[in-house]
Nanobody, 120 residues
Framework: QVQLVESGGGLVQPGGSLRLSCAASGAIFSINSMGWYRQAPGKQRELVATITSSSSTDYADSVKGRFTISRDNSKNSVYLQMSSLKPEDTAVYYC??????????????WGQGTQVTVSS
């Protein structure tokens, strides 16, 4: 009933910027936490950034100072602004949201993933 659709991935040169978007739709009463994860080739999925319902944020050490997570509650969306991109940032990026439905039940939903490739 809830779908998360990601967009914004692509190929970018080192030092460049990219903005990822993720929008949720469906039977949503509210969304508490939102986050971005990534999985690089041959590596485990890792948490990149999170943002709470009160807009408190956390970042992985590897992206601090370069990435910014934000949310737009009116659009049920979360964004990841990525700057000063490095080849090490190359990965499939996934958004995740903790969604509360109208029965007050909470579930985690994931986006389909979007490829970010940082290469010259």
């Amino acid at each position: 009933q809830v779908q998360l659709v990601e967009s914004g991935g692509g190929l970018v040169q080192p030092g460049g910027s990219l903005r990822l978007s993720c929008a949720a739709s469906g039977a949503i009463f509210s969304i508490n936490s939102m986050g971005w994860y990534r999985q690089a080739p041959g590596k485990q999925r890792e948490l990149v950034a999170t943002i709470t319902s009160s807009s408190s944020t956390d970042y992985a050490d590897s992206v601090k100072g370069r990435f910014t997570i934000s949310r737009d509650n009116s659009k049920n969306s979360v964004y990841l602004q990525m700057s000063s991109l490095k080849p090490e940032d190359t990965a499939v990026y996934y958004c995740k949201m903790r969604v509360r439905d109208f029965y007050q039940r909470e579930y985690d939903y994931w986006g389909q993933g979007t490829q970010v490739t940082v290469s010259s």
